[in-house]
């Protein structure tokens, strides 16, 4: 199954300072890039979980007897890193956001490039697509979903044509369709970012990433060995938003309590800035554009 090149590959397992006969876990698994290289710097101790909840990364799983791949959302990772018996670990790596495979594949409603039924589903056996969202959702439960995750100044405006549409002509079942109805909101010069935009928020909608992000992160530290280590790559600023301030005050909102001189304690510490990919790179491989790396350790 095709899978394009892992992004940030080099700085991101670096960042996880590896030891040759740790635990480490890639919650992101996809094509299996990052972990291939992860288990290249590991010795016959080490161990590498993986987690996908999509079943088209399942055909890609690695033979080797230091890997175990879990075909479940990252959101469980306590319970099901449990359930192998491991309570602790070395070190967390998460390339977030869509695979190239899915943006690939026509059929999965990704990509603003194809026309596909609305689906977006990273989980296929999942209940909610962006079919239900779009055609369900009322009015404001879809405005809040345009305006949070896809920050569309004109949400107001373009959920009301997308309810009129859906109640007085038909369903809007396929890209072409949504983009039809929402046409007056693309102009040409910057049609391809507004529905970008718009693809972001129902497919965050629909895989409840922002959700599963946030239970993800508050479970990290609890499973990381001291001095162990998180590195994760993000592709929007709703992401790298939560895993800075994650990073940084061990919550999302506020700050956390000081004691009396001023200061406070928090799991995690930020090693290193933030990482970028370099020009050439974003030349090799243009899902690396927007790519953020940021990397942790446990107190």
């Known amino acids: 199954m095709e899978y394009h090149n892992p992004v940030l590959l080099k700085e991101s397992v670096d960042g996880l300072n590896i030891k040759p006969d740790g635990v480490y876990v890639d919650v992101t698994f996809g094509g ?13 101790q080490g161990k590498l979980f993986a987690f996908d909840q999509d079943a088209d990364a399942l055909e890609n799983a690695l033979d080797d007897a230091r890997f175990t791949l879990i075909h479940e959302n990252f959101r469980y990772i306590k319970r099901f890193l449990r359930f192998h018996g491991v309570k602790k670990v070395d070190g967390i790596l998460a390339d977030f956001g869509v ?16 026309e596909a039924d609305l689906d977006m589903r990273m989980n296929q056996s999942s209940a909610l697509s962006a079919f239900n969202v779009v055609n369900e959702y009322d009015e404001e439960q879809l405005k809040n979903v345009f305006y949070q995750y896809g920050e569309l100044r004109a949400a107001p405006a373009m959920t009301r044509l997308i309810v009129e549409y859906r109640e ?19 102009p040409p010069r910057h049609a391809n970012k507004v529905l970008a935009q718009i693809y972001q928020a129902i497919r965050i909608e629909v895989n409840q990433e922002i959700e599963v992000l946030k239970e993800f992160l508050m ?8 001095q162990g280590r998180l590195s994760f790559i993000s592709y929007h600023s709703l992401e790298d938003r939560l895993v800075k301030r994650f990073i940084r005050n061990g919550m999302f909102e506020g700050e956390p309590e000081r004691d009396i001189f001023g200061n406070f304690e928090v799991p995690l510490k930020k090693v290193n800035g933030l990482i970028v990919p370099s020009k050439a790179e974003i030349k090799e491989n243009n899902r690396a554009r927007s790519a953020k790396l940021r990397l942790a350790e446990k107190r």
């Open 168 to 186: 007085t002509v038909e369903p809007i079942v396929t890209s072409e369709q949504l983009k039809k109805v929402l046409k007056k909101f693309l």
């Open 99 to 114: 695979s190239s495979h899915q943006f690939d594949v026509a059929k999965r409603g990704f990509s603003t490039r194809f």
């Open 32 to 44: 299996g890039g990052h972990s291939k290289e992860i288990l290249s710097r590991l010795n016959d």
């Open 219 to 226: 479970q990290t530290p609890e499973l990381l060995n001291e």
